[in-house]
């Protein structure tokens, strides 16, 4: 079991930065994907991006390639969203969550319980 707790969230303007961050705690966090979704109102929920195991390799969803960023430190057993430029159509409950094996955009096995971002324009 690995358990997942993002904080971060907030209320930004257009334009702003905010740095998502997911601490895990269970079995080993070194051993897993880590992906960010986000869940907007009335809308399915969406990846935003994955990082592998050893962080040295990521992908992203095309809407935000270029303005976030993951990262991880094993060492903390946490893992990062840097989002800048950001954009009201970035307003969503942002969610990470954890799977073994390699880096995917779906078949996640944890989920954390989410934090709300708000953009304002």
């Known amino acids: 079991q690995v358990q997942l707790v993002e904080s971060g969230g907030g209320l930004v303007q257009t334009g702003g930065s905010l740095r998502l961050s997911c601490a895990a705690s269970?079995?080993?966090?070194?051993?897993?994907?880590m992906g960010w979704f986000r869940q907007a109102p009335g809308k399915e929920r969406e990846f935003v991006a994955t990082?592998?195991?050893?962080?040295?390799?990521?992908y992203y969803a095309d809407s935000v390639k270029g303005r976030f960023t993951i990262s991880r430190d094993n060492a903390k057993n946490t893992v990062y969203l840097q989002m800048n430029k950001l954009k009201p159509e970035d307003t969503a409950v942002y969610y990470c969550?954890?799977?073994?094996?390699?880096?995917?955009?779906?078949?996640?096995?944890?989920w954390g319980q989410g934090t709300q971002v708000i953009v304002s324009s």
């Open positions: 990082i592998a195991w050893s962080g040295t390799s990521s």
């Open positions: 269970g079995r080993t966090f070194s051993a897993y994907a």
């Open positions: 969550a954890a799977r073994e094996g390699r880096m995917a955009a779906d078949e996640y096995e944890y």
